[in-house]
């Protein structure tokens, strides 16, 4: 009996996934959620990341920049992957230009 009830089951599960257009509409609130989450999630950030990209690429001597880590200074030399930032008269630090987080306005001090 267990064989014949086991072998029943596992048609019945194999019957309904045999439905076309339901299984299909099952999908759907999957499918809207992700559409919802890369429009409001993952486009902004990679559009941020693109204009920081950029920002870093336009880099120059000169530039007074803020880092990631709240530092304030002005670029007195930049590598590849490096920027010296000096940050008082006598003190320069030497830092990856990822770390730079923006540009400061002239407005900002």
């Known amino acids: 009996m267990t064989i014949i009830s086991m072998a029943s089951v596992a048609w019945a599960q194999g019957a309904g996934a045999a439905e076309g257009p339901a299984g299909l509409l099952s999908l759907v609130p999957f499918i809207l959620i992700f559409v919802i989450f ?23 001597k000169g530039d007074k920049v803020i880092t990631s880590s709240g530092i304030w200074g002005s670029i007195t030399r930049l590598d590849k992957e490096t920027a010296t ?25």
């Not at 693109?50 to 870093?56: A, F, G, N, T, V």
């Not at 930032?85 to 002239?106: G, L």
Request: glycine share 2%.
């Open 38 to 60: 890369y429009f409001l999630l993952i486009l902004p950030q990679q559009r941020k990341q693109k204009e920081h990209r950029k920002m870093l690429e336009a880099l120059k």
């Open 85 to 109: 930032v000096q940050i008082d008269d006598n003190t320069k630090v030497k830092i990856q230009r990822e770390n730079i987080s923006r540009i400061r306005t002239t407005d900002e001090g």
